[in-house]
């Protein structure tokens, strides 16, 4: 979360300075004009009114005050006061309660946002398990990045796992949010980690992801019987020989290696686990290499359908495709910096991220 919060800051100390901004571009078009243009309507609608939403309780009575102080200043470079400035005054005054009424009910509004949003990123921190950094010839790094629009717990998890059979990685997102998303988060992991000590091979672990959807599905009602996850299982072998890979209707992962990206395309699409009945008992599995210093990037849609003001997507292929170096941190730093600046410093869904490299 440390991304998103830190540009959000960033642009918030930016905008603080507004409000004296436009009592400045007042002041300046009134002298500059002598008075020729009315300049009250702008300190008077402006000034408090961007203060409201900007700046501190305080800030706000201060920009009131101050945009009154500089009215009065430009009445006395002008002429003596007169009976009628009283009425843009009074407005002035009156319109610094108002914002200031509003600064009080914005402050409260974000306060009950930012705990809920700490509030689902405490229950997820504590549902997904915290990887290791190194399991085997793979280092490991991982983010979470919650909501800036959302409050309620996301579906995202992931999960790596050290077997007898190799080393085991699990993407997925599941459909909805709250306490449905959290049963079905943790009724995957669990069986993921059944499966991964257990099952020798990969299509045996994700039958029982499978499986364990189901069964899911077949307990409960109303829209969590209809859940569904989108999933990317990973395994690398013992002797480090290939990589497995199976997609369930997931995006396709990256492999970053020499300043070059591969999208692992998978060869025969799988529907997501959930709805496996439909499509077949078959489980393709794709190979790939994976050499050393190559970083495979798993990350759920909150990446790949972020969206600018303009509404397009953020493209994370060409972000990777540029020398970096062979550490997973940095790697998904580099993705993570990019999507919030292609976002204006925010996401639109929950995101999370893993990123593993092979470093012997």
Known sequence: MRHSHNTAEKRRQRLRWLPAAVIGCAFV???????????????????????APLLSLRG?????????????????????????????????????????????????????????????????????????????????????????????IGGDLFAVHETPHGVRILLADVRGKGLQAV???????????????????????????????????AQADGAEAESFATAVVAELPPDHSVLHVANRGHAASLLVHDGKVHAL??????LPLGLGSLGGDGVPVDRFELPVGATLVLFTDGIDEARDTEGTFFGPVPVLS?????????VLDTLLTAVLRHTGGKLQDDAALVAVTRVE
């Open 29 to 51: 078009i009134d002298y500059s004009t002598l008075g020729g243009i009315n300049v009250f309507p702008l300190l008077a609608a402006a000034a408090p009114g961007t203060a």
């Open 265 to 270: 395309e998978p060869a025969t699409p799988s």
């Open 60 to 152: 706000t009575i201060a920009t009131g005050v101050a945009a009154n102080v500089a009215g009065l200043v430009l009445v006395l470079l002008e002429r003596e006061p007169a009976r009628d400035d009283l009425v843009p005054f009074t407005s002035l005054i009156l319109l610094t309660i108002v914002a200031s009424a509003l600064n009080v009910l914005l402050a409260r509004d974000r306060r009950q946002l930012r705990t809920s949003r700490e509030v689902a990123a405490a229950v997820q921190r504590a549902v997904l398990p915290e990887l290791p950094r190194r399991v085997r010839p793979l280092a490991v790094a991982f983010r979470y990045e919650v909501a800036h629009e959302e409050a309620a």
């Open 322 to 330: 540029r020398p970096l170096p062979s550490d997973p941190e940095t």
């Open 183 to 217: 049963r079905t988060v943790n009724a995957l992991l669990g069986a993921f980690r059944e499966a991964s000590d257990h099952r020798p091979d990969l299509p045996g672990v994700v039958r029982q992801l499978e499986d364990r959807m189901r069964v899911g599905a």
